[in-house]
T-cell receptor, first 112, second 111 residues
Framework: DVKVTQSSRYLVKRTGEKVFLECVQD?????MFWYRQDPGLGLRLIYF???????EKGDIPEGYSVSREKKERFSLILESASTNQTSMYLC???????????FGSGTRLTVV | GENVEQHPSTLSVQEGDSAVIKCTYS??????FPWYKQELGKRPQLIID?????GEKKDQRIAVTLNKTAKHFSLHITETQPEDSAVYFC??????????FGAGTTVTVRA
């Protein structure tokens, strides 16, 4: 019963490419998030959205942008991929009052 | 913003023993503290959470305690089993949805 789906499990891109990571949830959640996970650093918030067409910067937004045109879909965009963006990217969603997130299974991005 | 520190970074315990992971937070307005478990190659899963109006919460072999004055909270796992081996993350937020995570604790349960 997968409820948060990330389009790719593994992705290899070249430096300078524009990269799109897609996330779709089927739980009608208002809030969606993009985190990156790196060893020893935990999960760091890149961007989040609390409504369609709304977005807010997280702790590490530099080099990223997002798009939320529909409630169920939240896209992360790397405008010009760099090697320091090699990481595991996790999408999550929740609804106000619910508390805990539901995470997607992650996209491991390698930039060469 | 909120800063969450988590210790230890690695923890090895004998099967059947207890494991304790501790986290501190910086924002005194934080009021929601979840814990996530991430098994190797899998997504993080919520295992237990606590809100600031409660000092302790228990669910079978896991429990969480919260000390608002000291701004720290802890995860306790009793009677550890091999399936408890995973990375555990604590988190905190003031508005119930934008979570700040600790760096994680890798727990290994030795048979």
């Amino acid at each position: 019963d997968v409820k948060v789906t990330q389009s790719s499990r593994y992705l290899v891109k070249r430096t300078g490419e524009k990269v799109f990571l897609e996330c779709v949830q089927d739980m009608d959640h208002e809030n969606m998030f993009w985190y990156r996970q790196d060893p020893g650093l935990g999960l760091r918030l890149i961007y989040f959205s609390y409504d369609v067409k709304m977005k807010e910067k997280g702790d590490i937004p530099e080099g990223y942008s997002v798009s939320r045109e529909k409630k169920e879909r939240f896209s992360l965009i790397l405008e010009s991929a760099s090697t320091n963006q090699t990481s595991m990217y996790l999408c999550a969603s929740t609804t106000p009052g619910r508390g805990g997130y539901t995470f997607g299974s992650g996209t491991r991005l390698t930039v060469v | 913003g909120e800063n969450v520190e988590q210790h230890p970074s690695t923890l090895s315990v004998q099967e059947g023993d207890s494991a304790v992971i501790k986290c501190t937070y910086s924002d005194s307005a934080s009021n929601y503290f979840p814990w996530y478990k991430q098994e190797l190659g899998k997504r993080p899963q919520l295992i237990i959470d606590i809100r600031s109006n409660v000092g302790e919460k228990k669910d079978q072999r896991i429990a969480v305690t919260l000390n608002k004055t000291a701004k720290h909270f802890s995860l306790h796992i009793t009677e550890t089993q091999p399936e408890d081996s995973a990375v555990y993350f604590c988190a905190a937020s003031r508005n119930d949805y934008k979570l700040s995570f600790g760096a994680g604790t890798t727990v290994t349960v030795r048979a």
